[in-house]
């Protein structure tokens, strides 16, 4: 098999010449170094106190040097974004290395004896590893941390000091080497191996018979969280955690451009399309997708934003607080006048940084941003209420008013449970006040009680883990996500026995509505945005194609002539909103009948075959049997069909996770 | 060819040696001899000059510290390319979600700029090399040894501290990997 990259053509590159001043200050410094080295190798052996002593004027003057020099700032664009503070860095190297005394080698030799090692990744501690205690700088000690943390801990040949050492850090240790490659700091991978993301386990929508089963309601869901914690696994190279995979918030994390109705007497029109299904041949699907209207920029109400940030040790990490910091300012610029922003954070005690303020006033909402430093425990409960207390007071009626939380989701809600946060949301949220999550960070992010919280309290819930899903999220679709133009959207269907056998909602799983609380305006549900698109698919089998799962009911004929109003439609679409500023619903229906029927999958408009692709893709990663048989390839050739414009690359980046879900599924 | 420096020192053992008993000359020489080594290695792993620099520099100080713990048993090129990596890799990761993030942004910046062609270019040895770069360190390294560095398999082992075996498996990991990573969009259509 040829390759269609040649290796070799590594070796044809020109490196750049070193930057001679650089290059002659380093060998100065470098001749510095050696000549003190030589000087203080005469007085090694002292304690551990002097020792710590010692590495913290080291770590201040490093890291003063470092700072002055802009090496921590040099190379990439870096420079322009980074924001690493300061306390936080040295506190992180003196915490980082007091939690590891035992780790001070004789010098990096050992890396070279090559006698110790055995074969594949597993090296035992090269003999005489552990040496007399002597003055270690940082930057060895570092060196050698992380060469060992490439190996395996090795299992009896040790002396019973070396363990209790090597215990100090017994994660590092054995920390794969995808976790520990990916660690944005070096604490970070210990703390993943051992926290994971919790993430609410569901079954997957099961076929139904239409003859016991013909109405089927579920609740819109614009959330997307579930696509970049999809993306973020395959871009470690593992494929993602089935449970984790919500297959309607991969399909909605797209926007589609369905059509619009020609007035604008509904907030958004309805499409409905019939299809064979592409990895099944004897079933259909039905594809019903939502297109809302846009709210004009000049006519969309005034926000009132609440930012409750967490500002808790845990957020202390460059894709948490940092990265925030940078989301905040893009959305920042998509404000005007009209909008007020609000800040508290939580953290040991919740506390407001700034009182509702004008969104022109770049200035002082920076300043308070920039301000923000991570430390202490979190705890949310507080934090809420305060948020909520600020949101009531710069109140704007008939305008957005919203409490925006961002949290990598280490919530300590104290004495009350999940339950009871739940509770106070569902009673602000009937003020007229919603909640938007933003989740940040990985390793203990509750996925779970993210989704909760956004689910009751009218919001989104969305996982940012790159400055440009914070992009997407907050500014493109601010309009979206910010101005809601239907609230509490509810879909019943209801199919017709006498053409359908059996059917299938694919995604919603966690959105399920009790039949009949489609009606009860008292119930809750999805948002729909400005400008968004919704999509649902529903795989059906006709009756009498092969691909029936249920027998027939030995029974069933008379019932069947009963429900059977000599229809030859499929079934019939109900759908319930709400305007943002009513309590009453409205309804919208359409019969699903044969007309809609486009005969092929290429019938379909590109947005529809797309949504199916990612559809199979996030059911495939879900390992649903419906797909087992379906080829990531054809998901790919299916997916790679129905581009489009992509004018921001998301399409594209949907083909190489599906190329790498390929890979690593073998 | 590209690795002929890394390989040159007949007097690097016996330099080494001296300069890990203190003999401030012969560490000057030996660095004299190895900083664009050094640089090069760098600047293959970090993918651009600047950060090249800065990681030269580092190692520069992280040698004089440590040549007294040198041993003459051990090959000094292979410490050598050791304690690049390990520098190198301090680095990225600290640095490492910064930097995903900052070329995320820079990539879409310029996705939208020129209106959906991608960010890669189309040399394809860049396109390549930083492919290479977004692999699973063990199987970046592995493959920048051998294919970039032009190190034998065994010696790649010495210095990544495993079994030949492994290297070998890492790179047909790696390129296993590549085939996806490097196949555009634009191929599956046609």
């Avoid at chain 1, 924001?83 to 007091?98: C, E, I, K, R």
């Avoid at chain 1, 006709?542 to 069933?556: H, Q």
């Avoid at chain 1, 008379?558 to 500023?581: I, V």
């Avoid at chain 2, 493959?143 to 790649?156: N, T």
Wanted: net charge negative; glycine share 8%; charged share 25%.
């Amino acid at each position: 098999m040829t390759d269609e990259f040649n290796l070799d053509s590594l070796k044809t590159m020109t490196p750049p010449q070193p930057d001679a001043r650089k290059r002659d200050i380093a060998l100065r410094e470098a001749m510095a170094v050696f000549d003190d080295e030589k000087k203080c190798s005469a007085t090694q052996g002292s304690g551990f106190g002097v020792r710590l002593m010692a590495k913290l004027q080291w770590s201040w003057s490093k890291t003063m040097t470092a700072l002055t020099k802009g090496r921590l700032m040099s190379g990439t664009a870096i420079a322009g974004i980074l924001a690493v503070p300061l306390a936080g860095y040295l506190a992180f190297m003196v915490m980082n290395d007091g939690a590891r005394p035992g780790l001070m080698g004789s010098g990096p030799m050992q890396f070279a004896s090559d006698e110790t090692r055995n074969s594949d990744d597993i090296i035992a501690a090269p003999k005489g590893y552990l040496p007399e205690p002597r003055v270690v700088r940082e930057a060895e000690e570092r060196d050698q941390a992380t060469a060992l943390a490439d190996y395996a801990a090795p299992p009896a040949p040790l002396p019973s000091g070396a363990a209790q050492r090597l215990r100090s850090e017994p994660s590092m240790l054995g920390a794969p080497q995808a976790l520990v490659g990916d660690g944005s700091m070096r604490l970070s991978p210990s703390v993943e191996r051992l926290v994971r993301d919790r993430v609410e386990a569901f079954e997957t929508n099961g076929i139904r018979s239409v003859l016991q089963d013909p109405v089927s309601t579920f609740s819109i869901d614009v959330d997307t969280a579930s696509y970049a914690l999809m993306r973020r696994a395959l871009m470690e190279g593992r494929l993602p955690d089935p449970d984790s995979v919500r297959v309607e918030e991969l399909i909605n994390y797209f926007s589609y451009a369905y059509p619009l109705p020609a007035t604008r007497e509904t907030p958004f029109g309805v499409n409905v399309a019939v299809a064979p299904t592409p990895w099944n041949a004897d079933t259909k699907l039905v594809h019903i997708g939502i297109q809302g209207f846009d709210v004009e920029p000049e006519t969309r109400p005034a926000a009132n934003l609440v930012f409750l940030i967490d500002v808790s040790g845990s957020m202390d990490q460059p894709d948490k607080l940092p990265l925030l910091k940078n989301a905040f300012r893009l959305l920042l610029d998509r404000l005007d006048e009209r909008d007020t922003i609000s800040i508290v954070t939580y953290a040991g005690n919740a506390g407001t940084v700034l009182e509702p303020t004008k969104a022109t006033e770049r200035e002082t909402i920076l300043e308070a941003i920039d301000g923000l430093e991570p430390g202490g425990s979190t705890a949310g409960a507080a934090g809420i209420e305060e948020a909520y207390r600020l949101a009531r007071k710069g109140m704007v009626e008939g305008g957005v008013n919203r409490v925006m939380l961002a949290t990598d989701g280490d919530f300590n809600v104290g004495a009350s449970s999940d339950d009871e946060l739940k509770r106070m949301i569902e009673e602000r949220r009937d003020d007229g006040i919603f909640l938007s999550v933003f989740g940040f960070g990985k390793g203990n992010y509750n996925d779970q009680l993210m989704q909760v919280l956004a689910q009751n309290g009218n919001g989104t819930a969305a996982y940012i883990d790159t400055l440009a899903e914070a992009q997407k999220t907050l500014v493109e679709e601010a309009g979206s996500t910010l101005f809601p133009i239907a609230k509490d959207v509810k879909i019943q269907v209801e199919f017709n026995p006498a053409t359908v056998a059996e059917y299938r909602l694919i995604g919603y799983e966690t959105r399920a509505l009790r039949n009949e609380d489609f009606n009860n305006d008292r119930v809750d549900a999805g948002d729909i945005g400005s400008g968004h698109s919704v999509t649902a698919i529903y795989e059906i089998t006709p009756v009498g194609s092969p691909a029936v799962m249920n027998d027939p009911l030995r029974y069933g004929e008379a019932q069947e002539t009963a429900t059977d109003g000599g229809s030859d439609e499929y079934a019939f679409l109900k759908l319930r909103y709400k305007l943002p500023d009513e309590t009453d619903s409205h309804l919208m229906t359409t019969p699903i009948g044969p007309e809609l029927d486009r005969g092929s999958i290429a019938g379909l408009s590109t947005d529809a075959r797309f949504s199916i692709a990612v559809a199979a893709f996030g059911q495939k990663l879900r390992e649903t049997d419906a797909v087992a048989d379906y080829s990531w390839d054809a998901i790919r050739e299916l997916a790679a069909g129905a581009r489009g414009e992509d004018p921001f690359g998301y399409r594209s980046e949907f083909l190489r996770l599906v190329g790498l879900a390929d890979v690593l599924d073998r | 060819m590209a690795a002929s420096a890394a390989h040159a020192g007949d007097g690097d053992q016996q330099l080494a040696a001296r300069a890990s008993a203190g003999d401030r000359h012969a560490f000057a020489r030996l660095m004299e001899r190895h900083y664009d080594t050094i640089h090069r290695i760098a600047w293959r792993w970090c993918g651009n000059a600047t950060d090249a620099d800065d990681v030269a520099q580092d190692v520069a100080i992280k040698l004089a510290r440590t040549i007294s713990g040198w041993r003459a048993e051990a090959s000094f090129t292979t410490w050598l390319y050791r304690i690049v990596l390990n520098t190198v890799r301090d680095r990225q990761r600290a640095f490492a979600s910064e930097r995903r993030r900052v070329e995320a942004f820079a990539v879409q910046a310029m996705v939208e700029a020129q209106g959906g062609e991608g960010a890669d270019g189309d040399d394809p040895a860049m396109r390549l090399w930083s492919a290479v770069g977004s692999l699973p360190e063990r199987q970046r390294d592995a493959v920048m040894l051998v294919h970039g560095e032009g190190l034998s398999h065994d010696e790649a082992a010495g210095v990544m501290g495993v079994s030949e075996g492994t290297v070998s498996f890492h790179i047909h990991e790696a390129k296993k990997k590549l085939r996806v990573l490097m196949k555009t969009p634009e191929d599956e259509l046609s």
